[in-house]
Every structure is written in structure tokens, then in C-alpha cells.
């Protein structure tokens, strides 16, 4: 036998019994007489000990120990006379009796420790290595547990988790396919599902009703940090629902696996933000509600004054941070440099101090009196000792830039805590955008969105002015999920892929699957799906996904620890007739 206890089992009340552990050498101590060794597997660390009272055979093998080398051994519980408060096995070591070595490790390439040595590749080409740490271990925990939180929830209102294929044909989610060739049908292709959109809604005309499915995606874009080109979405389908049964119903779900798992209650229903509101008071489509520092408006009271940059403005507009009066002219520069690098653009930033007594310094005081400025204090709620900063441009940049500089400021006065959570609904997203190259619209959540009922007389004279039935999730400034109440009907499908550019044939050559299933009784349908490799990185504090994925790819898209993608054989080319043009 291998084992009577796990590594994390062993308390003070097993105190005198004989146990058997095997596990992995997390580290060995020698002190005077003494050896001690930690022994760790998947559930926790258990101190062994040898002395001069070990029998000379189970030392020799003790000394030839290194570091994740996996042992067997057998020893007697006894009452440790230093405890170690931190770790739930703390009370207690086992000393040793007898030892076997069933696998030698060589030097691992980092050290398997919570603080580790180890760069992100290393760890991924590594990636068992790095799972033996507690960080990532119990990252891949927390995603079991959400999962079978999930589970619970949605089998206990009468989902059903169905599987739908992965070799299929492209679904318009906006972003690349990767494709498969197929060998039995030469010169075609299969495309890996950029989510299974399409055929949850065939299940909701084939009467299935509550469709869930804990699925991989697959999307061919370029990777930033919290993106992989395969990721897992809790994806969801409902019949015979309005937008407000299906906010209702996975709010439920967020507010049930979220006080499952870390304990917290949230207040229903989530707050629901309109998509112009969060654009013009927070400069995004998901914004933060950990704080406030809204921005505001300063058109008005900015202008006309002779100011340049304000005049030439189509934009002016602040947030008031409180508490920074006394920002240093180091700090300022560097929130200046801040606005400016590429990723916003701004040409500058004006600041307005509120320091005591009512005195008021600014970077515009050229231009402004002490009472234009104090107008802006009141109209922006700020009082002494708060900080105002303020941007102009064009609206949407400005906005824009104003909303992350408002994430960065929540961040520098650690506004933004990652065990406090602030969920909302953003509603009423615009149907269609437009694509100022392409000079065509873009469905803005995908083309089987339906649109706001009393905007669809829209699509002929204004359609970007169209609602969309369409809504996201977030939380912490994350997009966690999104969806849609779908069009159902079969002529007003066909005018959104009109509006969106399809000929007729090209929408029929497309989505006539589903065109036709739309002929044979479809019911009124909507769902989400949520990014599930996200929410579990919300939940644990993290800011990355990949820590919550077990076998992740890099930033180009690599899995360093298979290396992947790589090449295939002339034979398997052959079979598939395909022929390599120059790889330079
Ligand atoms: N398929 C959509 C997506 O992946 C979600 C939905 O509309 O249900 O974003």
C-alpha cells in the first residue's frame, strides 16, 4: 500500500498512530542531529524527521534524497515541539521508520515553491512542474469547484448540458476560424466553433428549451493576456424568454456560485447600466463599480473662454480624484505621460488642485479665474483637497481616455481591492457598428441579435441608431459574459444579414441551416455565454486567465511545453492534398 493518510490529512489527534505517505521532497532541512523533510502531494505538506535514532539504513537513503524526488514512506504521528500555526498539518511530523525512493527527479528547471524563480515560459514548458505549486494547484481547484457550482445551479432549474460538435462550419462571432482539413473530402475544410451560437439555437427550434453547455471555443485573433485562441465558455440558450427572464435567470447563477464558493452575497437584482451611460460616465462598455469617480461633463463650462485647446474641442470633460490635491509636480508629469503614450493618445492634461482655504491651483490659470475653476469643482462634486484632472478631443477618444485614466487612479489609491465584487448588467448596446474601412456595418454582438422591437423601423433610414436586445455582465471592469434575445423570425433575419452586407445567396450559402430551421415553428429564444477561464480569474483575485487554465498557450498562440503548432509529414500533406506554398 502507498498510503493510510494524504499529505494534508495528519492532525494532533492522530498523535502515536503508524501512518504510510508518499509523496514528493518539497525540501530537506538539516539542523544539528536532525533531518527534516517536507512531503507534499496534491492535499497538502507533512513534516518527516530522522534523528540519531533513525536506523542507519533508512538515514543512507535519507541522504541521498534531492528535491521532487517521489518517496514512500512509513513513520510513527508524534506532537511537533515547534508548530507551525500556518499549515493545517502544523501540529504534528511523522518520524521516519522506513523509506523508499520510487522515482529519483533530476534538478527541477525552477524551484516548486509559492514564490518561485521561474519566467512565465519556463513554467509553461514546465507546466507539470508548475502545477505541483500551491498557486496554480489551487487555481485549477477553484475552476473544478465553479464548474460543479455551475452544474448544480442549472441542472436545479431544468438545464440540460447537451454537446455540440467541433468540426463544423464557420460561426460569426466576428473573430478568425481555425479550420481542419477534412481527408475525406479533399479541398474542404471544417472550422473549429468560435462558439456553439448556431446550433443552441437549432436545439431551441428542436423544443430542447434549456440548453447549457461548460464548452471550448476557439477563435484565431491576436492574444493579449487575458485572451487564448481556446478558451471555455458556460454557454446558454433559453425559449420562450424576454431579456428580463434571462438577466434574471443567470444573475441567479452568478449569485449562487459566487456565495457557494467564496462566501459572497450579492444584492439582486445587479445594477443595470445602459451602454450610452457607461460610455459617457465611465469612457467603456464594462465599467469598474468598485469606486466611483465618474467622469463629467465640462463642455459647457470649458469653452468660450479663450482656452484653445478647450474651444477646439468637440469634448471636455473630468474626473475629480479625491484626496490629491497635494500631487507633486512628479506625480502630475507622470499622469501627463500616462495620457500620452500610444494606447490613448492624448495631447495632454489639464489639473485643477483644491487645496485648503479654498485656494485653487491649475495648470490653466492663464485662462481661468478662480471662480471659472470653483464653477467646475461644484459642477463636478468635488470639494477641498480633491484633485481635478481633465482631458479634451474629440468625444469618443476623450472618454475613452478619461475612463482609463480613471482606472489607473483607482488603482494608484487602491480603490480597486480584487476581493470586493461589483457586478452590473450593461443594456440597450447599439445593434450594428460601423466599419469606417470597410465602409460597412458590423453586427455588434453577431447577427442573430435582435433588435429593440420599437427601433426596427430604423433599419431603413437610421440604422445605427438601432438597440440591440443585447446584453453583458460585468464584473470589476471585466466582461464576464454576454448574449442576446435572438431574432426568431425569418424575414427579419434576413434584413439584418441585408443591413450587414450578405447578398441573399451568400446568407443562404451561410446560415440556410438555420434560415430553414427558422421555417419549421422557431419559438422566441435568448441566452449568454460566459467566459468561464474569466470568471474563475475574477474569483480567485487574478488578473490573468491563463493561471485558471491547466495546459495554456503563450502569447503567440504556442504551447512551449508540446511545441505546437508544428509541422506535419509529407504523408499526412499528401492524404489531406494539400500543397505547402514557401513558409519565408
Ligand atoms: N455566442 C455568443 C458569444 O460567444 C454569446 C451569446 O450570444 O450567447 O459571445
Known amino acids: 500500500m502507498y498510503r493510510t493518510h494524504t499529505c ?9 498512530q503508524k501512518t504510510t505517505l508518499s509523496g514528493w521532497v518539497q525540501r530537506i532541512r538539516n539542523l544539528g542531529g536532525m533531518t527534516f523533510i517536507d512531503l507534499r502531494d496534491r492535499y497538502g505538506i507533512t ?67 509559492d514564490e518561485t524563480d521561474g519566467g512565465d515560459e519556463l513554467r ?49 462571432e466576428g473573430a478568425r476560424d481555425f479550420v481542419v482539413p477534412s481527408r475525406m473530402n479533399p479541398g474542404e475544410f471544417y472550422a473549429l466553433p468560435q462558439s456553439p451560437q448556431t446550433f443552441k439555437q437549432l436545439l431551441m427550434v428542436a423544443g430542447m428549451d434549456k440548453y447549457f453547455q461548460i464548452v471550448k471555443c476557439f477563435r484565431d485573433e491576436d492574444l493579449r493576456a487575458d485572451r487564448q485562441p481556446e478558451f471555455t465558455q458556460i454557454d446558454c440558450e433559453m425559449s420562450f424568454v424576454e431579456q428580463e427572464d434571462v438577466l434574471k435567470t443567470f444573475e441567479g447563477m452568478i449569485v449562487s456560485v459566487f456565495n457557494d464558493i467564496l462566501g459572497v452575497e450579492f444584492k439582486k ?33 470649458a469653452k468660450g473662454k479663450g482656452f484653445v485647446v478647450f474651444d477646439n474641442a468637440e469634448y471636455v470633460g473630468g474626473i475629480v480624484v479625491p484626496g490629491a490635491a497635494e500631487y507633486s509636480r512628479k506625480q502630475l508629469d507622470e499622469l501627463t505621460k500616462f495620457v500620452q503614450r500610444p494606447q490613448i493618445g492624448a495631447k495632454g492634461l489639464v489639473y485643477v488642485k483644491l487645496g485648503a482655504n479654498g485656494e485653487v491651483k491649475s495648470s490653466v490659470d492663464k485662462f481661468f479665474s478662480p471662480d471659472d475653476l470653483s464653477k467646475w469643482a461644484t459642477h463636478m462634486g468635488a470639494s477641498e ?53 470597410s465602409k460597412r456595418f458590423y453586427a455588434k454582438h453577431h447577427p442573430f441579435t435582435s433588435p429593440v422591437a420599437s427601433d426596427i423601423h430604423l433599419f431603413d433610414s437610421d440604422p445605427s441608431a438601432i438597440r440591440a436586445n443585447a446584453y453583458d455582465l460585468v464584473i470589476n ?68 486567465i491563463r493561471d485558471y487554465i ?21 504523408e499526412q500533406l499528401n492524404e489531406l492534398q494539400i500543397k505547402l506554398g514557401s513558409t519565408k
Open 47 to 113: 513534516q518527516l524527521v530522522a534523528d540519531e535514532n533513525t536506523d542507519e539504513k533508512t538515514m543512507q537513503i535519507v541522504e541521498d534524497l534531492g528535491r521532487e524526488f517521489v518517496i514512500r514512506c512509513e513513520g510513527t504521528v508524534l506532537e511537533r515541539s515547534s508548530k507551525n500555526s500556518k499549515i493545517p498539518t502544523g501540529e504534528i511530523e511523522v518520524k521516519l521508520e522506513c523509506i523508499r525512493i520510487l522515482n529519483r527527479s533530476e534538478v527541477p528547471p525552477f524551484t516548486v515553491e
Open 477 to 544: 471592469g471585466v466582461e464576464i459574459g454576454g448574449g442576446s434575445i435572438r431574432i426568431f423570425d425569418r424575414d427579419l433575419q434576413h434584413k439584418m444579414f441585408k443591413v450587414l452586407g450578405f447578398s441573399e445567396e451568400e446568407a443562404e450559402a451561410q446560415f440556410g441551416f438555420l434560415l430553414n430551421a427558422f421555417k419549421y415553428g422557431a419559438p422566441p429564444h435568448g441566452g449568454v455565454a460566459f467566459g468561464f477561464d474569466r470568471l474563475c480569474s475574477i474569483m480567485g483575485g487574478s488578473e490573468s
Open 269 to 301: 437584482p445587479f445594477q443595470r447600466m445602459t451602454y450610452n451611460d457607461a460610455m459617457s460616465l465611465y469612457g467603456c462598455d464594462k465599467p469598474d463599480l468598485r469606486f466611483g469617480m465618474e467622469i463629467r461633463n465640462l463642455s459647457q463650462l
Open 124 to 172: 509553461m514548458k514546465y507546466r507539470y512542474l508548475d502545477i505541483r505549486r500551491n498557486p496554480v494547484r489551487n487555481a485549477l481547484l477553484l475552476r473544478h469547484k465553479v464548474g460543479q457550482a455551475v452544474r448544480k445551479y442549472l441542472d436545479s432549474i431544468d438545464f440540460v448540458e447537451i454537446e455540440t460538435p467541433f468540426l463544423i462550419k464557420s460561426t460569426p
Open 8 to 16: 494534508g490529512q495528519l492532525r494532533a489527534a492522530n498523535i502515536g
Open 385 to 437: 483637497g480633491d484633485l481635478l484632472l481633465i482631458m479634451a478631443g474629440d468625444r469618443t477618444h476623450t472618454l475613452e481616455g478619461l475612463g482609463q485614466l480613471r482606472l489607473e487612479m483607482g488603482s494608484r489609491l487602491s480603490l480597486r481591492p480584487s476581493n470586493v465584487f461589483a457586478p452590473l448588467w450593461v443594456v440597450d448596446f447599439p445593434l450594428l457598428e460601423w466599419d469606417e474601412e
Open 550 to 570: 491547466a495546459f495554456p498557450k503563450n502569447n503567440s498562440g504556442r504551447d512551449v511545453m508540446i511545441d505546437s503548432p508544428s509541422p506535419i509529414s509529407e
